[in-house]
């Protein structure tokens, strides 16, 4: 009852947080909505096709946004509630870690935003414009834009995820670069479906960054992992 009592505790708090960062976006929605309009083409239009769709739009582009803004609190909360199985030095590491993993979220996203999305969508704007006049509907662009940004951000926390295993002993360097062709193939898969197009060019662009975000954390965990076994000698 007492690991409930916190889990739930724990849970109230994120969800809080989310609540005031969306209610905070509602007053910002019109430069929200610039910013993730930037990255179209400039003679890209989209259009609504019913009436209830733009109420719609602005609660998801806001939930988005107070999911993005709050997204630090709730880590340190889901480690917050972790922490009584930690030793005091997981601990002071886990929770040093908590503004990096803020940091390579928003990373993430600002790849997405200024990398991934302008041939993403420079590809949606040109297939097919020989044949069809494209006028995507608002929600079908903020669903795009939302899965890009979002599934960017948190790939980018494969570093300090793979570094926080580490430390506590869970994976080790030498297990990490034997899955290295494992996860060349992953990196590939995630690309497909984090990417919303079907080339294999907007999907290399993500699967790159996966790949060598792998690398670095092999090297992060053979840090923090030689620690861990000479404190433990000491």
């Known amino acids: ?31 929200i909505m610039a910013f993730l309009m930037a990255p179209a083409p400039p003679d890209l239009k989209v259009q609504t096709t019913t009436l209830m769709e733009p109420l719609s739009i602005f609660f998801k582009v806001s939930l988005t946004a107070g ?27 886990v929770f040093t870690a908590v503004p990096f993993i803020g940091g390579l979220f928003l990373v993430g996203v600002a790849f997405a935003y200024f990398v991934a999305m302008p041939p993403a969508f420079n590809f949606f704007a040109t297939f097919g414009a020989d044949w ?32 926080v295993l580490a430390r506590v002993g869970i994976v080790s360097p030498k297990w990490l670069a034997g899955k290295r062709k494992v996860w060349v193939v992953i990196a590939f898969v995630l690309g497909a479906m984090i990417t919303p197009t079907f080339d294999p ?34």
């Open 201 to 234: 060019i907007n999907q290399t662009i993500i699967a790159l960054p996966l790949i060598v975000l792998y690398e670095i954390s092999i090297i992060l965990a053979r840090l923090v992992y030689r620690r861990k076994k000479e404190s433990a000698l000491a």
């Open 67 to 93: 999911f993005i803004i709050a997204f630090p609190y709730l880590m340190y909360q889901l480690f917050a509630f972790l922490s009584p199985a930690m030793t005091g030095r997981e601990k002071r590491f």
């Open 1 to 31: 009852m007492g690991h409930f009592t916190e889990m739930r505790r724990r849970f109230l708090r994120s969800v809080i947080a989310v609540v005031v960062a969306t209610m905070a976006s509602f007053f910002a929605f019109d430069l």
């Open 132 to 163: 069809f006049s494209i006028e995507p509907t608002i929600s079908s662009y903020i669903n795009v834009v939302t899965r890009l940004l979002i599934g960017v951000g948190l790939s980018f926390e494969l570093p300090l995820l793979i570094m």
